[in-house]
């Protein structure tokens, strides 16, 4: 038994007395070492792979005792397994389904009948990998996709290597779509090589045991190190050496930031999608290489990958420093190129009873000499896609090292992309939420009305852009929505809209997080307030710098962004009642939000060819969380009323016509409405969240 410092090329964890705490409790054990495999992304793939244990336990009718398998459900991930998210199954009932199997004819309806072999009523629904874990005789088994396992399972010589490196005690079955059957065929492989160690699948991963979860685990890193050392070995030059050079890294990012949107709106066609860029070295060790235009078209071999990556990558055919106004055309051409490749995909291995085509677009897009980029539903997705894609450039370079590289035939690959089963999940999954597949972009959003906004467009599906010019109150809301709602839902900048520099390094960052920007909310301000004999030149162009020049900045650089997406998108600027009131002592802040106002109308009536629409929200007296609201504004304002600072909430309540405090929420709520889908033939706007005041109707 190997040490944990003999391992080279995984990661050991295993932490004997927080194991010893879960003596006894197989299942807890379990999610243990299902927990330990999945924080290795070298072992195995966010959402890939699956463990299961097998223990006594009393049966709920009878309390007879009986042997009950626990394994990760449907459309788990190993490194956040929970125990909710096992299956628990009747083994003996397992066993029984032999008895009416018919053949691979009857594979898909052997799924539905797991159904009868629930242990527990409150299980997860059970995987298609079930009978592999099941007709497997050991207590506790590891089914994962290691880069290093699959490196020799994806070559040409798989086979043979294996058995060199194992010499024997590890099996080989050949490629086959995960089931019943293949159950079957690991079972076989088992009683035809006893005492063997683990199971090698062709193209597709790795199957291993022990009789206690350390056991187990140990023999799983054991076998894995044992084909990375191998893959180290025999290392020589990757992918047939450098083709080109990547354009150094300040370059590198300013190139894939200024394309970016012109991808997404092209890969948006369908349906929006968001955006990940990576130059990782391993990508761009590929991108860069002799070999790439041999190898990228094959597509990946583990089921896994490829359902994350689809067919095969579009490669961009531009040099890396590309002058990129003058390429669009040419990205044109090359979006439709893919689409009829993938069109001819589908119309040569579709079935009679096949879903309709998906979305033809690529999913994994690769630009030599920059990077890669992957698109999707949402920014996770997109995220794990391109971890899955680096996973299979690991494959590809394993292979070809110690021999060729084979991907799974496109015939086989078509009847997992659109087998029945996962066109069942698919229709399972819950309906998309308003804002899916958006990027909404809020100055001012570390706190007060621009947070609430944030928030809300992260509730209903949108991924979002915080920026601020207040350093320490937007890492408080980054940890904020990284509790709450994830890192993958937000990016943050630094931000102030009187300098032209950061905004251009915000929509770069922005572009480079999500790939474009669809909604602009321009939230960010100021206000002071004093007589016009005591207010300075100074306060004047402050004034004017952050809300008239602020707002004018950010629409223009969004603008141009949304330009190249070229499907529209929303500009939304918070402006303030006083843009219709005169109010006292209010003349700079009253005239600056009077000029955001006409200017929002300026723009509305300029950019509807565009299909940018332009819509204002009129808050008043929104002093909850809010900096404005927390010096000199408020003790003018008081001083304007004659009335103290803490009276100030009630005061302003009182004098509108539905008596109401007006929170940060309903500002958000009012944005929504712009955005969230049933308005989108409205530009122009002014809807004002103000409790009513008769003052400032629209007139």
């Not at 209010?586 to 009536?605: D, E």
Request: net charge negative; with cysteine; glycine share 8%.
């Amino acid at each position: 038994m190997l040490m944990n410092n003999k391992f080279k090329h995984v990661s050991y964890l295993w932490d004997d007395a927080k194991a010893a705490s879960m003596a006894g409790d197989e299942v807890a054990l379990l999610i243990y070492r299902s927990n330990l495999l999945g924080a290795d992304l070298r072992l195995t793939n966010y959402g890939g792979g699956n463990t299961s244990c097998k223990a006594i336990a009393a049966d709920p009718l009878t309390g007879a005792d009986t042997e009950v398998m626990w394994v990760k459900g449907s459309g788990g991930d190993l490194g956040t397994l929970k125990r909710s998210g096992l299956a628990a199954l009747y083994v003996n009932k397992m066993h029984q389904l032999k008895h009416i199997y018919r053949g691979l004819a009857q594979e898909d309806e052997m799924v539905a009948l797991l159904n009868h072999c629930i242990y527990d009523l409150q299980s997860k629904a059970p995987s298609i990998d079930t009978t592999l874990h099941g007709f497997l005789p050991f207590k506790h088994i590891d089914h994962l996709h290691p880069d290093a396992a699959i490196a020799i399972a994806a070559s040409k010589d798989g086979k043979k290597i294996t058995a060199e490196i194992f010499n024997g005690t590890v099996g080989w079955v050949d490629w086959q779509r995960p089931g019943f059957d293949l159950g079957l065929k690991l079972r076989q492989c088992l009683d035809e090589h006893p005492g063997i160690r683990g199971i090698m699948l062709g193209s597709h991963g790795l199957f291993t045991w022990g009789d206690t979860a350390y056991e187990s685990y140990i023999n799983t890193l054991e076998v894995i190190e044992r084909c990375a050392e191998y893959l180290h070995q025999h290392a020589g030059t990757h992918f047939g050496g450098i083709k080109i050079n990547a354009l150094p890294k300040a370059e590198r990012l300013a190139q894939a930031a200024a394309i970016a949107p012109v991808l997404r709106g092209l890969c948006s066609s369908q349906t929006k999608m968001i955006g990940h860029f990576t130059d990782d070295e391993r990508v761009l060790e590929f991108v860069n290489s002799r070999d790439l235009d041999r190898l990228a078209p094959l597509g990946t071999s583990c089921p896994d990958h490829f359902l994350r990556t689809k067919i095969s990558p579009l490669v961009l055919d531009l040099s890396p420093a590309e002058d990129l106004r003058a390429a669009r055309e040419k990205v044109e051409t090359q979006f439709a190129d893919y689409r009829k490749m993938y069109a001819d995909y589908y119309d040569q291995c579709k079935h009679a009873d096949s879903p309709a085509m998906r979305d033809p677009n690529p999913v994994v897009i690769l630009y030599p000499g920059v990077g890669m980029f992957t698109f999707a539903k949402d920014k996770q997705t997109a995220r794990v896609a391109a971890e899955f894609y680096i996973n299979a450039i690991n494959v590809m370079r394993g292979a070809e090292s110690v021999s060729a590289y084979v991907s799974l035939p496109r015939q086989e690959a078509f009847d997992i992309e659109y087998w029945l089963l996962e066109e069942a999940k698919l229709q399972r999954m819950p309906k998309p939420r308003p804002l899916t597949g958006r990027v909404a972009l809020v100055t001012g959003s570390a706190g007060g009305i621009g947070k609430a906004i944030a928030q809300k467009f992260v509730e209903e599906g949108a991924v979002v852009v915080l920026c601020d010019n207040d350093a320490q109150r937007l890492e408080q809301a980054k940890a904020d929505f990284a509790q709450r709602y994830g890192t993958d839902t937000y990016t943050a900048h630094l931000l102030d809209v009187t300098h032209s520099a950061t905004i251009r390094e915000t929509f770069q960052a922005t572009a480079l997080a999500f790939s474009g920007v669809d909604i602009i909310v321009n939230s960010a301000g100021l206000s002071i307030s004093k007589s016009i004999e005591e207010h300075t030149e100074q306060d004047w162009d402050l004034l004017y710098d952050v809300l008239v020049r602020g707002q004018f900045l950010v629409t223009q650089s969004a603008v141009e962004i949304m330009r190249l997406q070229g499907f529209g998108g929303d500009v939304i600027n918070i402006v303030s009642k006083n843009a219709l009131v005169s109010g006292p002592n209010n003349a700079a802040y009253g005239s600056a939000k009077a000029a955001q106002l006409h200017l929002s109308r300026l723009n509305a009536a300029e950019l509807g060819k565009d299909r940018i629409r332009v819509n204002v929200v009129n808050p008043d007296a929104v002093i909850s969380d809010s900096k404005i609201w927390e010096g000199a504004w408020a003790e003018g304002r008081a001083k304007a009323y004659g009335i103290a600072v803490e009276e100030l909430p009630a005061f302003y309540a009182k004098r509108t016509l539905l008596n109401e405090v007006i929170l940060p929420v309903d500002i958000a709520n009012a944005c929504f409405a712009f955005v969230g889908g049933l308005l989108n033939k409205a530009t122009g706007n002014v809807l004002n969240v103000d409790g009513g005041i008769a003052m400032a109707f629209v007139r």
